[in-house]
């Protein structure tokens, strides 16, 4: 069969630009984690707490997370298939409509239009680029899947198209708004319906940007790192079906003991639970495609990234049901306990994931070996630090903020008034600035390993077959 | 029990078939060694 020549430029660019996102991204949640233990760090009107805080997740989830996206679902498809991507100038186009949409997003976000949606922030004119561009990568995906050369579809693949699907049904039925100016719309539903839409859409941006493209990314380059295949493809496809069919009831767990139906909180509350098969099956067949190689731990970076990175997998999808159970979620509900669990899968789960592929990546772009791995090392251990220091202080912070909200006094009145409760917060608060500090100093080792590599790295000619196209 | 709750109730019902029939299917006799030779392809060089 002849060899095709696939498009690398393409994979590169959106390297690039994932990358200075993802630093985009952290620095501005730093800056944010500064402002909550100082206040005075706040400079109306546009860099307070409220205009830059939508910045640092849209940047982080769609700037981070759908620029490596992006970058991977491109180099997979076309060596999961066995052919060229299917349009060069389309996927070009993409590439310059996705940081022109980032950029308009972050613009309007500073100035103060918002639709109040979280992850849904950006304004109408927005969402209409968003939809262009998510249709472009759509088509170029889909279509290089038709004209594939292998038979049988990897399990990357089914998790890839999952994702355009889901993403592009979601987005469609949240965007659904009247626009009343250029900058301003309302909602097209009203009251509970629209909260019911808002978090069936909220969480499932969760399942289809933030669990299916790891998951293919996950599949797709542990095998390559480690030299052995997954343990088995039928596990993952069961897992693949599963998932796809509990995610998308779980939405109304975000709406417990609130006006929504009781029934549709407990239709959340019991797949939210079940959740944790599919997910977990993943997990376990990610440990088990480990068998006899444990070693590589030790000795190869891109394994530890991948392997810590399923971990944190595994913890957040136990957590996330145990937290969507009813009488847990009255506790810790509004309380710092919920970021710290965000932040689990952000930085520990999707992160590490897209970490190990982008290093995967780089010296086979660049064609150069990486520049230093004792770098790579030192990034993981900033990574997972930051990580634990970030979500384990704000755990702690969380419950002892649900119990001093539930102390009550014999007569039934509060013990501890509401700002009580915050300067007990100030501590944590601390830690968790630090943790997301190391957390940035990771980036910052990660972007020079990848500068040098691209600049001083070492020329190896399997790496430059790969960084022409040719491999 | 009104249209809605059947109209739901049968949907449920659907999508609980055609998952069961993608876990007959990847686990039959036919398909269970075909389903894991694309773990091993991807493998393959590039």
């Not at chain 1, 957390?439 to 990660?446: E, R």
């Amino acid at each position: 069969m002849e060899k095709p020549q696939y498009n690398t430029d393409i994979v590169k660019s959106f390297v690039h630009w994932s990358v200075l996102w993802g630093l985009v991204a952290v620095l501005v949640g730093v800056i944010v984690s500064i402002q909550m233990t100082n206040p005075e760090m706040n400079f109306p009107p546009y860099l307070t707490f409220g205009r830059l805080r939508p910045i640092h997740t849209n940047a982080g989830i769609f700037g981070w997370g759908v620029g490596v996206i992006f970058a991977t679902f491109f180099y997979i498809v076309q060596r999961l298939c066995k052919v060229r991507l299917w349009s060069d100038k389309l996927a070009k186009f993409q590439l310059y409509f996705f940081n022109t949409t980032i950029t308009a997003s972050a613009v309007t976000l500073i100035l103060g239009f918002t639709t109040s949606k979280e992850y849904h922030e950006m304004e109408w004119p927005i969402d209409l680029m968003i939809i262009i561009l998510w249709v472009t990568f759509a088509i170029n995906i889909i279509m290089t899947i038709i004209k594939r050369k292998e038979e049988q579809m990897y399990i990357s693949l089914w998790y890839m198209l999952a994702a355009i699907v889901g993403v592009a049904i979601l987005f469609l039925v949240n965007s659904a708004a009247v626009p009343v100016s250029f900058f301003k719309s309302y909602s097209a539903f009203a009251g509970t319906n629209d909260a019911n839409v808002q978090w069936w859409f909220g969480h499932n941006a969760v399942a289809m940007v933030l669990t299916a493209p790891p998951l293919a990314m996950f599949y797709y380059f542990l095998p390559k790192s480690t030299g052995v295949p997954i343990y088995s493809h039928k596990i993952s496809i069961i897992s693949f079906w599963s998932l796809i069919f509990m995610y998308l009831w779980t939405g109304a767990h975000h709406l417990l003991w609130t006006p929504v139906p009781d029934w549709i909180q407990t239709l959340a509350m019991a797949f939210s639970i079940m959740l944790i098969a599919p997910s977990w099956g993943s997990v376990i067949n990610g440990y088990l495609s480990m068998k006899g190689q444990w070693h590589q731990m030790r000795e190869n970076y891109l394994v530890k990234f991948l392997i810590l990175g399923i971990t944190f997998y595994g913890l957040q999808t136990l957590q996330g049901p145990m937290q969507s159970i009813r009488s847990f979620s009255a506790f810790i509900h509004f309380t710092d306990w919920v970021p710290a669990h965000i932040h689990m899968g952000t930085m520990g789960w999707v992160s590490m994931v897209c970490f190990a592929s982008i290093y995967f990546l780089v010296p086979r772009i660049y064609g150069k070996e990486l520049y230093s791995i004792r770098l790579a090392n030192l990034h993981f251990w900033l990574a997972l630090t930051g990580q634990l220091l970030w979500s384990i202080s704000l755990w702690i912070a969380g419950v002892l903020q649900a119990g001093m909200w539930n102390a009550m006094n014999p007569d039934g009145s509060l013990t501890y008034t509401f700002m009580e409760t915050m300067v007990e917060m100030y501590p944590y608060w601390w830690v968790r600035t630090i943790g997301g500090t190391l957390f940035m100093l990771g980036v910052i080792v990660f972007i020079y390993n990848l500068f040098k590599t691209a600049h001083n790295g070492e020329k190896t000619a399997s790496l430059a077959a790969t960084a022409e196209g040719r491999a | 029990m009104d249209l809605g709750s059947i109209l739901y109730l049968g949907v449920t019902f659907g999508l609980f078939v055609i998952f069961a029939a993608i876990v007959i299917r990847t686990y039959s006799r036919k398909n269970r060694d075909k389903n894991e030779t694309a773990k091993y392809r991807m493998l393959d060089d590039d």
